[in-house]
């Protein structure tokens, strides 16, 4: 690490490092010099067709758009633009394989394709997650850490099942339901691309998956690896686009199954447009989890689950914490500690193996989240933010603290998507639960205490998918995920995941 020695005005010295895009600053007294994670290796090709049949072929519109790096605004790579016409091809292809070749396999030969996609991402591990952080923004120290080995462990897992499926339904057997139309978000591409596909194919399916417009890199990666890994064609087609080529997608009267993993306001559109039809659907939508803090909880075990709650990925995580809750005899010093911690967090360049707190996905998003926090303040919040420095290229924002809200706030009532945490204090048990479930959500939620019996009796009065005790954020491909109310319907991990992809 390279350290230059830097005059005070006391006329001391402090250690300075050089920082590229955001200088990673840790208070007046250390700056640590960048610790850029290489790309040399990594091929992106200058354009990218669609995936379809096995093959990559060029759009029917000819029409190409931009994915870029959303730390810098740079082009990455041109990505077909998939119409009506290219659905159209894409479903005939999984409907194709799915009869003449997916469905009639052994789940023990499905099952051996699936173990070597997992293999295949592990090795090209290093690759996929530097892709994902120049097309996402996300730190790359995520997506070394999370993203992809939980990618791949997802095809571990399913491939497992592949040839156990009457054990997973005893006494029952289980049937694929033919092609599926999966539709994703841009806040885990990869991973949610694993999530979709895994248990689809290990359950006999065939799959048409379409990536959000901003992130459709690994995914194009991921088609690659299904090449070397010889997957028969068809059985996985990628189409990327817009919004209109998923509703082109969710649509197609070929598709027996929808997988949406997004926003509540689009899996509203898709569940009204499937209406009459038979196909099955779940849906994956957004949260505005809680965390309840107790007064008896370890208090820097607590602030530590909160800054990962919301702050890592940019708050662009749909089981976010995004609500505090705190008792209120303790409300003081969490704020206090959770204010310091946050002064430490580095926001910058998301390359840089030092930065917490990576881009922000798009323009879009960024200007979401900045509306967001303008009517915080106009509705009465009371505002924290950190003193970082933002670069002056690419979208960014700075870890949010907003105090003093009421749970009537649009803050408080809506999912931001982005590093931005509303506080509430509490009295009594019940009060704390009642707050946590007064939103149109139920994703998340997060319980911090020392006694064992509070974690289970406030944990069974959430109505959330997933709760969390004295942790946060934890995931597992054994591990069942989904939401209550607004935030989805049906649950995808673990074995509850095979059950949306089979019939009997
Ligand atoms: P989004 O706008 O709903 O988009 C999700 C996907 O749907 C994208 O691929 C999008 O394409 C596509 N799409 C847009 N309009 C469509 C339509 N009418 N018909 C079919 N597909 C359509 O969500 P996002 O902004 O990408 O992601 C953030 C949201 O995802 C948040 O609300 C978050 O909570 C949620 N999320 C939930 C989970 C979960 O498991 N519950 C996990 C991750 C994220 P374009 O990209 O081209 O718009
Ligand atoms: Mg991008």
Redesign the pocket.
């Known amino acids: 690490m390279a350290l230059k020695k830097k005059k005070t005005l006391s006329g001391g010295s402090v250690l300075k490092v050089k920082a590229s895009v955001a200088p990673l600053n840790f208070g007046t007294q250390w700056q640590y010099v960048e610790a850029l994670e290489g790309s040399d290796h990594v091929k992106i090709e200058p354009k990218y067709g669609l995936f379809i049949d096995g093959k990559f072929v060029e759009p029917h519109s000819k029409k190409y758009f931009d994915t870029i790096n959303p730390a810098n605004e740079k082009v990455l790579s041109k990505i077909a633009e998939a119409d009506a016409h290219d659905v159209n091809l894409a479903v005939e292809a999984a409907r194709r394989s799915y009869d003449n070749v997916w469905s009639k396999m052994s789940g023990k030969e499905r099952g051996k394709y699936l173990f070597r996609i997992a293999r295949i991402m592990q090795e090209r591990a290093r690759e996929l997650a530097v892709v994902e952080t120049l097309d996402g923004g996300k730190p790359i120290r995520e997506s070394k850490s999370v993203d992809i080995p939980l990618a791949a462990a997802h095809f571990f897992y399913y491939a497992g099942w592949a040839d156990k499926l009457e054990y997973a339904f005893s006494g029952r057997s289980p049937r694929p339901l033919g092609v599926a139309a999966q539709?994703?978000?841009?806040?885990?591409p990869l991973l949610?691309a694993a999530?979709k596909i895994a248990p689809a194919l290990a359950t006999g399916n065939t799959v048409v998956l379409?990536?959000?417009?901003?992130?459709p890199l690994t995914a194009l990666k991921l088609a690659e690896i299904f090449q070397e890994a010889d997957l028969p064609p068809g059985v996985v087609n990628i189409i990327t686009?817009?919004?209109?080529?998923?509703?082109?997608?969710?649509?197609h009267k070929g598709v027996n199954k929808v997988a949406?993993?997004?926003?509540?306001?689009?899996?509203k559109?898709?569940n009204r447009?499937i209406l009459g039809t038979d196909k099955r659907i779940t849906?994956?939508?957004?949260?505005k989890s809680a965390h309840l803090i107790f007064e008896d909880a370890s208090i820097d075990q607590a602030v530590e689950g909160i800054v990962n709650g919301i702050f890592f990925n940019q708050g662009?995580?749909?089981?976010?914490g995004s609500r505090l809750l705190v008792q209120e005899s303790v409300e003081k010093i969490v704020l206090r500690k959770l204010f310091d911690r946050m002064q430490t967090l580095a926001v910058g360049d998301p390359m840089d193996k030092n930065t917490d707190i990576g881009a922000i996905?798009s323009h879009e998003?960024m200007k979401k989240i900045e509306g967001y926090i303008a009517s915080g303040k106009t509705e009465g919040a009371k505002l924290f933010q950190t003193s970082c420095r933002l670069p002056s290229k690419g979208f960014w924002a700075k870890p949010t603290v907003l105090s003093e809200v009421a749970q009537s706030f649009r803050v408080v009532q809506e999912?931001i998507?982005g590093p931005v945490l509303t506080v509430q204090s509490f009295r009594t048990v019940e009060e704390g639960i009642e707050k946590a479930n007064n939103t149109p959500y139920g994703?998340a939620g997060g319980v911090w205490t020392d006694k064992g019996s509070k974690i289970f009796s406030v944990s069974s009065h959430l109505r959330a998918?997933v709760v969390w005790a004295n942790t946060y954020n934890k995931f597992d491909p054994t591990s069942p995920?989904?939401?209550y109310k607004e935030?989805?319907m049906g649950r995808?991990g673990g074995i509850s995941g095979l059950l949306p992809y089979v019939q009997f």
């Open positions: 539709v994703i978000p841009w806040n885990f949610m999530w379409k990536p959000a417009e901003t992130t686009g817009f919004g209109a080529t998923g509703a082109e997608l969710v649509s949406f993993t997004g926003s509540t306001e689009v899996g559109k898709i447009a849906l994956e939508l957004g949260g662009h995580v749909c089981c976010a996905n998003q999912e998507f994703l998918g995920f989904g939401g935030s989805g995808e």
